[in-house]
Structure formats: structure tokens, C-alpha cells
């Protein structure tokens, strides 16, 4: 594995490594206003939500890696201590990407990328109508993480109101959200359809890693991913009940392939009961 020492980079290239490893990383196109009532637009991808009583989330307009200089929004919410966060939806990428812009300051960039502002309930800035979902923040933390070109400026705000379109229920599914994360240089990532993966969390206390038989740790063929759903189970299950079936394979690539389908099906019981097949196997030397 290959080694760098970020005093080794410039700052734009840190930034273009940390954006290529940290990633896909959720969009907030923040929206806020001046101290003269000046809309500002602009997405930011250094962004999460880290607590929910109170809701709490953070982005950062950091400073330019060009020369240090400060954003826009930055200037507005720290004046104002007020923000939105609109997310991003598939539908809406261009336009957002339109807003990304560095426009002289006092352009309004609701006009420039043709999204559509609308008035928010609890602060100045405004909504953004195409976003699927948004957060009404007033800001409780403002900290510089650095002074030089490319250092953070980190903005930590409260939720003082959540908005859904109509259509979402619940706590909408990612396919009705259809969101787009950013990856590094001009690469994005949408979050629906095929791209989905649900992957439940083990219940309890799953067996581990550690407590799988070594013949199928030691596989060539089962995967660190394959091995980590059948270590999901409470319990390894006895290899002396794993009863032979007409179709069994009878050899150990032939079996190891066959728990990988039956993993592939979301079938973790024959997974196991052909593990368990495997593991007697291994007990003849085979």
C-alpha cells in the first residue's frame, strides 16, 4: 500500500485526494442571505448531520485553495447565523452545478442556475421549491480550522425545521429522494435504482469473524464479504447437522461456489447448512 504524507502536497492536491477517498459524500446546496438581504446559492459536499437531539448538522465553505480567500456564504451565515440546506436530487444536478460558480459577489445565483426560491418558515434564506428535502438551520458554531489557502471553515448549525415534498412518506425512501453525492474530481454518484444496497444491521451479537471455522476463512473463493454475512449469524451452527442433499457438490470449489449462490439469494440458511458440508470436508483432509 502506497504512502502520502499530506506535507508532501499542495493544498489543491490534498483537496483532490481527500474528495477521491471521502466519497460519495451527501450535497448541501446552502442558501442564505447577506446582511444587506443579498440571496447567495452554493453547494458544498463537506457536509453530515452529527446529532438529532437537537438536530444538528455541519458543512464547509472552506477557504479557497487558490489563496485563502473566504466564500460567500461563509461572509452571509456568519453575519446572519442563518442557513438552508436543500439537498440535491438527480433532477436538479445541473442546476446546482450551475450554482457552484464563483460569481462576483452580490449575483444572485437562484437566477443564474434557474432554481427556485420560495419563502422559508423560521429564517431569511430562502427555500430551494426543486429540493426534495431541506433544513431550515440557524447557526450555532462557527470554527476556523485553519488560516491558509484550502484550510476549513466549518459552519454547525441547529434544524429548526425539516421541509419533505409532498410526495415522500416517511422517512422517504432514496429512490423517491433520487440524491446525487459527490465524488472526487467531476464525478457524481446517484442514490437509486441499481446503485441501492439494503444491508440490515446484525442483530444482537453476531458470532464474528474470529468464530468462523479456519477451512472457510482460509477459502479462495468465498469473499471477505461473503464470510462477513455467514459471521452475521448468532451462532456457528454445528457442522455434524449440515445433512447431505442429491445435488450437493462434491467437491471443495464446487461447494464454496454453491454457499456464494446461496448467499447471492439471500438464502443464509442453505449457505450454512453448505458451509457446514464444507467444514466436514475440511475435517477429512480434503
Known amino acids: 500500500m502506497r ?3 499530506p506535507g508532501d502536497l499542495t493544498p489543491a492536491a490534498t483537496n483532490a485526494l481527500l474528495c477521491a477517498g471521502v466519497a460519495p459524500r451527501p450535497i448541501a446546496l446552502a442558501s442564505t442571505v447577506s446582511a444587506a438581504g443579498i440571496r447567495n446559492l452554493a453547494p458544498f459536499s463537506f457536509f453530515n448531520a452529527f446529532g ?13 485553495a487558490r489563496d485563502g480567500t473566504v466564500k460567500h456564504t461563509w461572509l452571509n451565515a456568519t ?3 442563518e442557513f438552508v440546506i436543500a439537498a440535491v436530487s438527480h433532477a436538479m444536478l445541473h442546476q446546482m452545478n450551475l450554482a457552484s460558480a464563483e460569481f462576483p459577489e452580490g449575483v444572485d445565483e437562484f437566477g443564474k442556475s434557474g ?8 429564517v431569511a434564506p430562502a427555500l430551494v421549491a426543486e429540493s426534495p428535502f431541506q433544513m431550515e438551520c440557524t447557526l450555532v458554531r462557527e470554527v476556523e480550522l485553519g488560516t491558509g489557502p484550502g484550510s476549513g471553515l466549518l459552519l454547525i448549525g441547529e434544524v429548526v425545521a425539516f421541509h419533505l415534498r409532498d410526495d415522500l412518506s416517511g ?6 429522494l433520487d440524491l446525487v453525492g459527490r465524488n472526487g474530481g467531476a464525478w457524481y454518484t446517484r442514490a437509486s435504482g441499481p446503485a441501492l444496497l439494503e444491508v440490515a444491521k446484525p442483530a444482537g451479537c453476531p458470532a464474528g469473524f474470529d468464530a468462523l471455522p479456519d477451512v472457510l476463512r482460509n477459502s ?8 462477513g454475512r455467514l459471521a452475521g449469524v448468532g451462532s456457528i ?20 461456489r454453491a454457499i456464494q449462490a446461496a ?19 475440511g475435517a477429512e483432509g480434503r
Open 3 to 5: 504512502t502520502v504524507l
Open 52 to 64: 438529532s437531539n437537537p438536530p444538528m448538522v455541519a458543512f464547509a465553505p472552506n477557504r479557497r
Open 79 to 81: 453575519a446572519t447565523r
Open 115 to 122: 432554481l427556485t426560491p420560495a419563502p422559508a418558515r423560521f
Open 171 to 176: 422517512s422517504a425512501h432514496p429512490d423517491q
Open 220 to 227: 479462495r473463493i468465498l469473499t471477505g464479504n461473503d464470510l
Open 237 to 256: 451452527p454445528d457442522p455434524a447437522s449440515a445433512e447431505a442433499r442429491p445435488g450437493d457438490p462434491g467437491e471443495v470449489e464446487g461447494l464454496e
Open 263 to 281: 448467499l447471492a439469494r439471500e438464502d443464509l440458511g442453505e449457505a450454512w447448512r453448505l458451509a457446514g458440508r464444507r467444514v466436514r470436508m
